[in-house]
């Protein structure tokens, strides 16, 4: 049986890691919350930057014409950006993309596809590497606070891979914020961007005729980039956002079983006491009773 | 005679930066800088990294470092839509320093090869333009 020595220890173990989930649920709730404001900062310019793409693409004869939003006859290589944090203690976070990416590429190689992986995070990238994946492109440092100009690195590289035709097809794969507990594993194609997310048929031209400089069609081209960018800063917000939920709810289950193991072990620790008194007392009566 | 008013707003991914009621607003367009006054032609151009500058209704000026992107001049209302913005009381001096040297040491490394694989040279010229802009642009605060 453990003795009173081994359980006091023990409890103060529990209460020191107990202080530290806590501390790290806290702290993991503060940057959620900072995630979401910034995904609701980013709203407006979203928005903006389509509407114009919109009214832009009613000026345009053929918008075949775009590289970006030419779907590739044969789909022969595909890129896959895997996005996860820099760091681990959130639950099942950065397993669940880890393994999708696996399976996804397992698929497509079956299916007699080249594939390229590109990682985002520490936590995806040593797990591929260890794994012995080559890996097209990384970048780490940026899942804790990803700013504008980290989407628009990221960006440009997957563009370059998608014009020079090293990849014909973008997918992101990544975790987007639901709730603290909850995360959906998204599998989103970027590129070739979908027409209809920046070309609408039935779009009518503006009754205000504009000056344009330069002509609709050239500004249509030069802000096709944003979108792609948009749409990878978005899925770096949602993920950063999904990581400290993550974390969050892990650590309140951690804090949560710590409390209960304390629990326990406090009742332990009071009937060893117990014991130990008791014991005691018989030994002291056995002894007056031997001397009487 | 009162000059009447522009209004403006200047929009960025992380957020808004600027919106007021004004009296001039000039953008470094692609094409070159185009000032903007009240009751001008409905206009969209596209945005280089460069200095917005802001005529205010007390005669005052702003001065804006903004990066790429689009303007759209509507009825008096003059929306900006750029990838960065920063007014230039509230530029981090120090960091963009900090920024522009860290780019230029990169650079520097450009024709050495073992570099090329740990360097993103894109990233390190926009960088350094940006931090350059962003220096000018506080500059003009001071």
Known sequence: ?292 | MTEKALHLEVVTPEGEVYHDDVTMVVLPGVEGELGILARHQPLVTLLDIGETRVKRLDGTYDYIATGVGYAEVLFDKVMVVVDHGEIAGRIDVERAEEAARRAREQLERRDDPGARAEIDFYRAEQALRRAENRLRVARRAL
Do not use: C
Request: a neutral charge.
């Open chain 1, 1 to 292: 049986m453990a003795t009173l020595r081994d359980i006091r220890r023990r409890i103060t173990s529990v209460q020191s890691t107990r202080k530290i989930t806590k501390a790290m649920e806290m702290v993991a709730a503060a940057k959620l919350r900072r995630a979401q404001g910034r995904i609701e900062a980013l709203r407006p310019y979203a928005i903006d930057m389509v509407e114009m793409m919109m009214d832009l693409a009613t000026y345009s004869e053929e918008t075949g014409r775009y590289a970006l939003l030419r779907e590739r006859s044969e789909e022969r290589a595909v890129a896959l950006v895997a996005m996860s944090g820099d760091r681990g203690l959130a639950g099942s976070f950065n397993a669940n993309v880890i393994r999708r990416v696996l399976e996804e590429e397992r698929a497509l190689r079956e299916a007699g596809k080249d594939v390229r992986i590109l990682a985002v995070g520490k936590k995806g990238i040593g797990t591929l590497r260890f794994r012995r994946y080559t890996l097209d492109g990384t970048w780490e440092g940026l899942s804790d606070r990803p700013e504008y100009h980290h989407a628009q690195t990221i960006a440009k590289r997957l563009i370059e891979d998608f014009e020079t035709a090293r990849v014909d097809r973008v997918r992101l794969i990544y975790n987007h914020f639901i709730s603290p507990m909850e995360q959906k594993l998204m599998d989103v194609a970027i590129l070739p961007i979908r027409r209809e997310e920046v070309i609408s048929e039935t779009r009518e031209r503006r009754a205000v005729t504009y000056l344009y400089e330069p002509d609709p069609a050239t500004i249509f081209e030069r802000l096709l980039p944003a979108y792609v960018e948009i749409a990878v800063y978005r899925a770096l917000l949602e993920s950063s956002a999904s990581e400290q939920g993550a974390r969050m709810t892990a650590m309140r289950n951690a804090s949560e079983s710590a409390e209960e193991m304390l629990g326990d072990l406090t009742l332990a620790l009071n009937r060893a006491r117990q014991a130990a008194i008791t014991q005691e007392i018989l030994e002291v009566v056995a002894g007056a009773e031997a001397l009487g």
